[in-house]
Structure formats: structure tokens, C-alpha cells
């Protein structure tokens, strides 16, 4: 079976770098705004964080995505144990 991560992307608190759109195309994208959308993913209205769900073949772009972001707005968490990698 394979692994299912969980993104958890801040949108309030994105200042538009842009370094997720530049080293995960796929999965994010500059907005008119200035801010970037992560693509496909569902706002919890609870949290208020977008959120969206990834398997491995996308994990190694997600990490540098979110590792890259200055202000730490991408999260992504295991889905099995509940951590938070990033």
C-alpha cells in the first residue's frame, strides 16, 4: 500500500516568494494575488488551512517545497502516524 501524506498549507500567512511554485509546479502556482495556491487543494473551514492529500511519487518535490518556504507555511505530515515531517 502505498504512503498518503497530508499537506497543510497556511495561505493567510504566505508572503509570495514563490519558491513553492518554482521547485513543485505541480502542485502549486502563483496567484494574482501575489500569494500561491496549492492546486486541488480544500479549505478547512475549522483551521482555516488548505488542505490536500499526496502520495510518494509527489513526497520528494512536497518536502523541497516546503522545506524551501521562508515563512514555514507548508506542512507535511504523515498520514498513518500523524507527524509533522515539515
Same mark, same amino acid.
Given at each position: 500500500m502505498a504512503k498518503i501524506y497530508r499537506i497543510e498549507y497556511d495561505r493567510n500567512n504566505c508572503i509570495g516568494a514563490g519558491i513553492c511554485a518554482a521547485l513543485n509546479?505541480?502542485?502549486?502556482?502563483?496567484?494574482?494575488?501575489?500569494?500561491?495556491?496549492? *492546486?486541488?487543494?480544500?479549505?478547512? %473551514? #475549522?483551521?482555516?488551512?488548505?488542505?490536500?492529500? *499526496?502520495?510518494?511519487?509527489?513526497? %520528494? #518535490?512536497?518536502?523541497?517545497a516546503a522545506g524551501g518556504c521562508p515563512v514555514l507555511v507548508i506542512h507535511v505530515i504523515d498520514k498513518e502516524t500523524g507527524e509533522r515531517l515539515v
Open positions: 509546479p505541480e502542485n502549486f502556482t502563483m496567484n494574482d494575488d501575489t500569494k500561491a495556491d496549492l *492546486i486541488g487543494a480544500t479549505l478547512n %473551514e #475549522k483551521t482555516g488551512v488548505w488542505e490536500k492529500e *499526496i502520495t510518494e511519487a509527489e513526497y %520528494e #518535490k512536497m518536502m523541497a
